[in-house]
Protein backbone atom coordinates (compact mmCIF):
# COMPACT_ATOMS: atom_id res chain seq x y z
CA UNK A 1 0.00 0.00 0.00
CA UNK A 2 1.56 3.46 -0.87
CA UNK A 3 -1.26 5.64 -0.04
CA UNK A 4 -1.13 6.93 3.54
CA UNK A 5 -4.90 7.69 4.04
CA UNK A 6 -4.73 5.51 7.11
CA UNK A 7 -1.73 7.41 8.74
CA UNK A 8 -2.16 11.20 8.48
CA UNK A 9 -5.59 12.61 10.02
CA UNK A 10 -6.97 15.08 7.79
CA UNK A 11 -7.75 17.92 10.61
CA UNK A 12 -4.11 17.69 10.93
CA UNK A 13 -2.59 18.61 7.65
CA UNK A 14 -1.28 22.07 7.40
CA UNK A 15 -1.18 23.58 4.12
CA UNK A 16 1.12 26.88 5.30
CA UNK A 17 3.03 27.21 8.06
CA UNK A 18 5.23 30.29 9.28
CA UNK A 19 7.32 29.06 12.29
CA UNK A 20 10.26 30.62 13.13
CA UNK A 21 11.95 28.12 14.57
CA UNK A 22 12.52 24.48 13.93
CA UNK A 23 11.13 24.10 18.27
CA UNK A 24 7.95 25.69 16.99
CA UNK A 25 7.46 24.07 14.21
CA UNK A 26 7.70 20.78 15.70
CA UNK A 27 5.53 21.91 18.71
CA UNK A 28 2.46 23.42 15.84
CA UNK A 29 2.56 19.65 14.29
CA UNK A 30 1.98 18.22 18.01
CA UNK A 31 -0.73 20.39 18.70
CA UNK A 32 -2.36 19.64 15.61
CA UNK A 33 -1.76 15.89 15.54
CA UNK A 34 -2.88 15.88 19.18
CA UNK A 35 -6.05 17.62 18.85
CA UNK A 36 -7.25 15.92 15.62
CA UNK A 37 -6.31 12.39 17.34
CA UNK A 38 -7.59 13.02 20.47
CA UNK A 39 -4.45 12.44 22.61
CA UNK A 40 -3.55 13.89 25.13
CA UNK A 41 -0.69 16.50 24.63
CA UNK A 42 1.38 15.61 27.73
CA UNK A 43 4.81 14.40 26.64
CA UNK A 44 4.06 14.03 22.85
CA UNK A 45 6.29 17.06 22.52
CA UNK A 46 8.95 16.34 24.89
CA UNK A 47 8.64 12.86 22.70
CA UNK A 48 9.47 14.34 19.53
CA UNK A 49 11.87 16.46 20.77
CA UNK A 50 13.76 13.79 22.47
CA UNK A 51 13.76 11.56 19.24
CA UNK A 52 14.87 14.85 17.33
CA UNK A 53 17.87 15.23 19.70
CA UNK A 54 19.52 11.86 19.33
CA UNK A 55 19.45 12.26 15.43
CA UNK A 56 17.87 14.74 13.06
CA UNK A 57 15.33 13.71 10.99
CA UNK A 58 16.02 15.08 7.86
CA UNK A 59 15.23 12.44 4.83
CA UNK A 60 16.84 15.55 2.17
CA UNK A 61 15.13 16.84 -0.45
CA UNK A 62 13.41 19.06 1.64
CA UNK A 63 12.00 16.62 3.40
CA UNK A 64 11.81 15.91 7.12
CA UNK A 65 9.73 12.79 8.86
CA UNK A 66 10.37 13.78 12.94
CA UNK A 67 8.52 10.94 14.96
CA UNK A 68 7.91 9.30 18.15
CA UNK A 69 6.93 6.21 20.34
CA UNK A 70 4.34 7.58 22.99
CA UNK A 71 2.28 5.79 25.48
CA UNK A 72 -1.41 5.59 25.12
CA UNK A 73 -1.56 5.12 21.03
CA UNK A 74 -3.32 2.17 19.25
CA UNK A 75 -1.89 2.38 15.87
CA UNK A 76 0.55 4.86 14.29
CA UNK A 77 -1.11 8.35 13.12
CA UNK A 78 0.61 11.12 11.69
CA UNK A 79 0.17 15.00 10.86
CA UNK A 80 1.75 16.77 7.81
CA UNK A 81 2.90 20.35 7.00
CA UNK A 82 4.44 22.63 4.57
CA UNK A 83 6.44 25.22 5.97
CA UNK A 84 7.99 28.74 4.50
CA UNK A 85 10.55 29.02 5.98
CA UNK A 86 11.83 25.77 5.68
CA UNK A 87 14.04 24.23 9.10
CA UNK A 88 17.14 22.53 9.36
CA UNK A 89 16.20 18.85 10.22
CA UNK A 90 19.82 17.54 9.92
CA UNK A 91 19.34 16.02 6.48
CA UNK A 92 22.65 14.79 5.05
CA UNK A 93 22.37 16.96 1.83
CA UNK A 94 21.98 19.87 4.07
CA UNK A 95 18.67 21.07 2.76
CA UNK A 96 16.06 22.11 4.97
CA UNK A 97 13.00 21.05 5.29
CA UNK A 98 9.78 22.49 3.72
CA UNK A 99 7.50 19.03 3.66
CA UNK A 100 7.43 18.04 7.34
CA UNK A 101 5.20 14.74 8.15
CA UNK A 102 5.42 14.34 12.23
CA UNK A 103 4.65 10.54 12.61
CA UNK A 104 3.66 9.27 16.34
CA UNK A 105 3.20 5.38 17.21
CA UNK A 106 2.25 2.94 19.73
CA UNK A 107 5.46 2.83 22.28
CA UNK A 108 4.92 -0.69 23.16
CA UNK A 109 4.98 -1.27 19.36
CA UNK A 110 7.80 -0.97 17.36
CA UNK A 111 7.36 -2.87 14.30
CA UNK A 112 4.33 -1.24 13.55
CA UNK A 113 6.35 1.95 14.46
CA UNK A 114 9.33 0.95 11.85
CA UNK A 115 6.55 -0.12 9.19
CA UNK A 116 4.52 3.44 9.25
CA UNK A 117 8.12 4.81 9.16
CA UNK A 118 9.24 3.16 6.17
CA UNK A 119 5.63 3.83 3.93
CA UNK A 120 6.33 7.62 4.60
CA UNK A 121 9.48 7.39 3.44
CA UNK A 122 8.93 5.34 0.15
CA UNK A 123 5.90 8.04 -0.15
CA UNK A 124 7.66 11.25 0.24
CA UNK A 125 11.19 9.62 -1.22
CA UNK A 126 9.11 10.11 -4.82
CA UNK A 127 10.17 13.27 -6.65
CA UNK A 128 6.59 13.58 -8.16
CA UNK A 129 5.16 13.51 -4.60
CA UNK A 130 6.87 15.77 -3.34
CA UNK A 131 6.68 18.40 -6.62
CA UNK A 132 2.60 17.74 -6.00
CA UNK A 133 2.55 18.20 -2.24
CA UNK A 134 4.41 21.85 -3.04
CA UNK A 135 2.10 22.65 -5.67
CA UNK A 136 -0.92 21.55 -3.97
CA UNK A 137 -3.29 24.68 -3.44
CA UNK A 138 -4.83 23.83 0.39
CA UNK A 139 -5.14 21.31 2.75
CA UNK A 140 -7.79 19.51 1.01
CA UNK A 141 -5.48 19.28 -2.01
CA UNK A 142 -2.65 17.78 0.61
CA UNK A 143 -5.45 15.09 1.58
CA UNK A 144 -6.23 14.15 -1.58
CA UNK A 145 -2.56 13.33 -2.55
CA UNK A 146 -2.18 11.55 0.89
CA UNK A 147 -5.88 9.26 -0.35
CA UNK A 148 -5.45 8.62 -3.93
CA UNK A 149 -1.89 7.81 -4.55
CA UNK A 150 -1.02 5.24 -6.62
CA UNK A 151 1.58 2.58 -6.30
CA UNK A 152 4.99 2.73 -8.50
CA UNK A 153 5.26 -0.42 -10.53
CA UNK A 154 8.64 -1.28 -9.30
CA UNK A 155 6.96 -0.77 -5.34
CA UNK A 156 4.28 -3.57 -6.24
Do not use: Y
Not at 11 to 31: F, G, H, M
Not at 49 to 67: F, M, Y
Request: proline share 6%; with cysteine; hydrophobic share 45%.
Amino acid sequence: MSDLHDLVLAEAILAKVSAPTKRQALQTLCDALCEAGGITSRGVFEAVLLREKLSGTGAGDGVAIPHARVPGLKAPIGAFARFDPPHDFNAMDGRPADLVFLLLAPEERGADHLKALARVSRFLRRPEMREKLRAARNAEGLQALFQTSTPRSDAA
